[in-house]
């Protein structure tokens, strides 16, 4: 099991900036991407940016690209997420996600935390 537990999530202005971050613990050897997720009400939940590891390539929705940035530091287990230029539409509920990758010991596994709120008011 990787557990995540999400944090930095809060009450800001429209463009203001946020930093989100997600401990992980447990054995996270296997992990082989991470992600932020978020869902807004009435939404579905969409990928906002995963980090992959090893290269630490990056994807971003395009709704995001050029205002928020994901990172890792591997020595913490911790994933983050800086958000900048934040605009009332990225209100939502923001969750981590790590992937496992599979063979070698690994097993493909998904993990969740429970979500940080964002709320961006105008």
């Known amino acids: 099991q990787v557990p995540l537990v999400e944090s930095g999530g809060g009450l800001v202005q429209a463009g203001g900036s946020l930093r989100l971050s997600c401990a992980a613990s447990g054995d996270t050897s296997c992990i082989s991407t991470m992600g932020w997720y978020r869902q807004a009400p009435g939404k579905e939940r969409e990928l906002v940016a995963t980090i992959t590891r090893g290269d630490d390539s990056t994807n971003y929705a395009d709704s995001v690209k050029g205002r928020f940035t994901i990172s890792r530091d591997d020595a913490k287990n911790t994933l983050y997420l800086q958000m900048n230029s934040l605009k009332p539409e990225d209100t939502a509920v923001y969750y981590c996600?790590?992937?496992?990758?599979?063979?070698?010991?690994?097993?493909?596994?998904?993990?969740w935390g429970k979500g940080t709120l964002v709320t961006v008011s105008s």
């Open positions: 996600n790590a992937r496992s990758s599979r063979g070698s010991g690994c097993y493909g596994m998904h993990y």
